[in-house]
């Protein structure tokens, strides 16, 4: 109705109700004021409607005075205005419901999720967009139907019986289900029920949302096999690192990615002789990680019947070159050790140049020929040099060497011989001189291409063990290793080089890591003494311990062939927060259940039986193998 006729209407209905004040003069004032909010009318404008209406009634009533109205004139105004504000709200509350409404189907219709609703008995009565993607179902084709056809059961599955009990209980299910497309396809879904009651609880409606995670199966799938094939790696890059006299190994690896391509092996052929293989594979991650296990299996395989680094690389390259894709390619190095005859034979076919760091310089080797992979024929040509007492074979792949500084730079082997000439260098100082140096130049502590770095030590096998730093270490990003005999292991050494490994690896807390020193120190101790040393009935001894003939009998034992030449590794892995030491001694073992505990009164005295005790203090799981000469210590981090 248009505003004039609303206003000549009131101004009729208000001056009837001032001349006869009568319920239904106000019952049309009324439905005035709802009309006025129906037309868009704003409050403001009521005003004017009243100001009109007295003026039409004091110019047609002239002789009725104002003050025999005054009770009357506010009563009109007050039904209207209360009129308009009931049907305004009333408005505004349709409006909201409208709003909600509407934004509820906007999100059904635009959500990637597939959404169903249904009625109290479990019919479907509508679904979304999505759902029918996901599905293939179209809405018409399950209306009415049981929402357990939607996903390919029957109502009485046990499957979706057991989700209604929960329902029931809970009103409430959420999880995993195997459901069945409209073809019959059985693909993995999330599926969330939620039961929607009425004020007095009744069950009205049930809102099924599902998504279908066949593509997150899929990636946890990928990851999965990742690791697995992180860990294969692992296996693969790690050296063997075999204790021979005379030798000290030193070995850091770090992938650009979880796994790589470069790796590298040593396989020692007697006492006296060794042989060194490190390779490169082009690129990095998965597929450089395949070619690497394959090429290093070979390896394996060859040097039991030759240690002639050019006919190794010949039968490599002869495999290989069938095996790799057409623009993949090898690089690679391998020596032949000879301590009797002190001398090296070596091929060093595409990889950076080695070098052999003696008198505290740097003496690069020479190449000998091409990549392998590259031609279906090719001749190796052999090198020959000779070897002196301490002298340290460096290795190192190109993700060493082609890192590049400021203006583009490349380290090169300048900059390898910048980070260690001049120095006093044993096989670990100078890995770590070598991988700083290149860290320092890129300033950054991440590389883009695979990294090893191998440092081999030369040393006269007559050197006192004092002076000697005859222990195998290797460190990768999630484990690292030391080996060595027993009258070589320096304690204060070994612990260090493992707390630096975990503190640069592991975010853990300064005092977790004191704990792990006390840990490592006190079990690494009875590894020589109890194990190796089998020095367990003189410790257990209090009169005896810590005498002079205690004493003598130790380094009597620390320097025989029996008990000094003993083995002990060490490794150390993390991961999934937590950090775990595998000390593994060569001894006959013991039983952990017999062992003195400190902390009883009849003890006290006893030097036995505190090192295990100090280690469970600080650590989190202790564990002992069944001979008792491996243990497990756990930390959390």
Not at 154 to 173: H, L, N, T, Y
Not at 300 to 315: A, D
Not at 470 to 487: A, D, E, I, L
Not at 520 to 534: D, Q, R, S, T
Request: glycine share 6%; with cysteine.
């Amino acid at each position: 109705m248009p505003k004039s006729d609303l206003a000549a209407a009131f101004t009729k209905f208000f001056s009837e109700y001032l001349l006869h004040p009568e319920e239904e003069a106000l019952v049309r004032i009324a439905e005035i004021g709802r009309n006025l909010v129906e037309t868009g009318i704003p409050p403001e404008e009521i005003g004017e409607l009243f100001e009109t209406a007295l003026k039409y009634y004091a110019e047609k009533f002239p002789d009725v005075r104002l003050s025999e109205t005054a009770g009357k004139i506010s009563v009109p105004l007050v039904e209207m205005l209360i009129a308009y504000g009931l049907a305004f709200r009333q408005q505004n509350e349709q409006q909201q419901v409208y709003e909600k409404t509407r934004l509820a189907s906007k999100i059904m219709e635009n959500s990637p999720d597939g959404i169903w609703m249904a009625d109290s008995k479990r019919r479907i009565q509508t679904v979304n967009p999505a759902f029918s993607r996901i599905t293939a179902y179209e809405s018409a084709e399950v209306m009415g139907k049981n929402v357990a056809v939607l996903h390919g059961l029957s109502p009485d599955d046990i499957v979706m019986e057991k989700i209604w009990e929960i329902i029931r209980k809970d009103g409430i299910w959420k999880g995993e289900l195997a459901s069945r497309r409209k073809n019959g396809e059985v693909y993995p879904a999330l599926l969330r029920i939620n039961t929607i009651r009425d004020h007095n609880e009744n069950i009205v409606n049930y809102i099924g949302v599902l998504s279908d995670i066949s593509e997150k199966h899929k990636e946890e799938n990928i990851r999965l096999e990742l690791d697995r094939a992180k860990e294969i790696y692992n296996l693969v890059v790690q050296p063997r690192l075999p204790e021979i006299t005379g030798i000290e190994i030193n070995a850091k690896c770090i992938p650009a990615e979880n796994i790589g391509g470069d790796i590298m092996e040593i396989i020692k052929i007697n006492e006296k002789k060794l042989v060194v293989f490190l390779a490169d594979i082009t690129g990095h991650g998965v597929s450089a990680a395949m070619t690497a296990n394959t090429l290093k299996m070979l390896f394996r395989e060859i040097s039991e019947s030759t240690v002639e680094p050019s006919k190794i690389f010949r039968y490599l390259n002869n495999v290989m070159y069938n095996n790799i894709l057409p623009d993949d390619m090898i690089a690679a190095f391998c020596s032949c050790i000879d301590l009797e005859n002190m001398e090296m034979n070596y091929c060093l076919n595409g990889l950076p140049n080695p070098f052999i760091f003696r008198d505290q310089k740097v003496h690069f080797l020479k190449p000998t020929g091409y990549p392998l992979g590259v031609f279906k024929e090719m001749e190796n040509k052999c090198l020959h040099i000779p070897l002196f007492q301490k002298d340290l074979l460096v290795l190192y792949t190109d993700g060493i060497s082609e890192v590049r500084g400021e203006g583009g730079r490349v380290f090169g082997n300048q900059g390898i011989e910048n980070s260690v000439s001049d120095k006093k260098h044993n096989s670990r100082t100078i890995v770590e001189d070598i991988f700083r140096g290149a860290e320092n130049f890129q300033q950054k502590n991440y590389f883009s291409d695979d990294i090893i770095i191998l440092a081999i030590n030369i040393y006269d096998e007559n050197t006192s063990f004092h002076e000697a730093r005859h222990t195998n270490t290797y460190r990768f990003p999630t484990k690292s290793v030391c080996k060595g005999k027993t009258k070589f292991l320096f304690i204060d050494e070994v612990v260090g080089f493992f707390l630096n490994y975990i503190s640069e690896t592991v975010r853990i807390a300064a005092e977790n890591l004191g704990g792990m020193k006390i840990a490592l120190f006190e079990l690494l101790l009875n590894a020589i003494e109890h194990g190796n040393l089998e020095m367990t009935q003189y410790k257990n001894d209090p009169d005896f311990y810590d005498s002079e003939e205690y004493w003598k009998i130790f380094n009597e034992r620390m320097n025989s062939e029996t008990y000094g030449n003993r083995q002990i590794n060490i490794e150390c892995n993390h991961n999934k927060g937590e950090v775990e030491i595998i000390i593994e001694d060569s001894g006959p073992g013991f039983d952990v259940e017999t062992a003195d505990s400190p902390l009883r009164e009849e003890n006290v005295s006893k030097p036995s039986g505190r090192g295990i005790a100090l280690a469970k203090m600080n650590v989190d799981r202790l564990l002992y193998n069944a001979k008792g000469n491996t243990v497990r210590l756990i930390k959390q981090f």
